[in-house]
Antibody
Framework: EVQLLQSGAEVKKPGESLKISCKGSGYTFTNYWIGWVRQMPGKGLQWMGS????????RYSPSFQGQVSISADKSIAVAYLQWNSLKASDTAIYYCARFDYYDSNGPYRLGYWGQGTLVTVSS | QPVLTQPPSASASLGASVTLTCTLS???????VDWYQQRPGKGPRFLMR????????SKGDGIPDRFSVLASGLNRYLTIKNIQEEDESDYHC?????????????FGGGTKLTVL
């Protein structure tokens, strides 16, 4: 069974750093792109970026480029999303999800999702 | 990149049918769209992918036959028949675009479905 298990909720102050994780199991972690998606309180979904764990090829949304860092450790089947300096506006639920397929254009179909990590940034 | 537009809300009575719409911006009529269901307090769940000729590939795990998709022009539709209480959710559509270093993924604003 494919599972993506995310790290627990975090409460941080503005300016602090944070790294949240997403552990894949039940499939070959290196064979599938992983995406990160933000959902701000009461709002829709926003794609932040994606990583291919086999070679750490990363694509960022222009809206998030430079604001976050995406990485992966294929030896332990974990993907990460990291901030160096959090802002109050980073308060949101963050989901990792696995793309099921890949074609000449890139990965598609987010078939499996993690349970989400709530990040609260408040002074 | 495409813009996906969804009405913010919809409602339907228990046992009835409802069709949700995701509209692609002009010039993107050939694009495929994925539908996701998000129950209250839960993460999204993949339902199915729809292209110009209808469903593309298989439905997500455990998605009942009551859920189906169609396409017409710039619109991608999700129809739910015999609505159940558990169908009360937010429904999001998403579409990949670009390729290589220009790859991206956009979502519509989501439609909140209320079961009456």
């Amino acid at each position: 069974e494919v599972q993506l298990l995310q790290s627990g909720a975090e409460v941080k102050k503005p300016g602090e750093s944070l790294k949240i994780s997403c552990k894949g199991s039940g499939y070959t972690f290196t064979n599938y792109w992983i995406g990160w998606v933000r959902q701000m309180p009461g709002k829709g979904l926003q794609w932040m970026g994606s990583i291919y764990p086999a070679d750490s090829d990363i694509r960022y949304s222009p809206s998030f480029q430079g604001q976050v860092s995406i990485s992966a450790d294929k030896s332990i089947a974990v993907a990460y999303l990291q901030w160096n300096s959090l802002k109050a506006s980073d308060t949101a639920i963050y989901y990792c999800a696995r793309f099921d397929y890949y074609d000449s254009n890139g990965p598609y179909r987010l078939g499996y999702w993690g349970q989400g990590t709530l990040v609260t940034v408040s002074s | 990149q495409p813009v996906l537009t969804q009405p913010p809300s919809a409602s339907a009575s228990l046992g009835a049918s409802v069709t949700l719409t995701c509209t692609l911006s002009s010039g993107y009529s050939k694009f495929k769209v994925d539908w996701y269901q998000q129950r209250p307090g839960k993460g999204p769940r993949f339902l199915m992918r729809v292209g110009t000729d209808g469903i593309v590939g298989s439905k997500g795990d455990g998605i009942p036959d009551r859920f189906s998709v169609l396409a017409s022009g710039l619109n991608r539709y999700l129809t739910i028949k015999n609505i159940q209480e558990e169908d009360e959710s937010d429904y999001h559509c998403g579409a990949e675009h670009g390729s290589g270093s220009n790859f991206g993924l956009v979502f519509g604003g989501g439609t909140k479905l209320t079961v009456l």
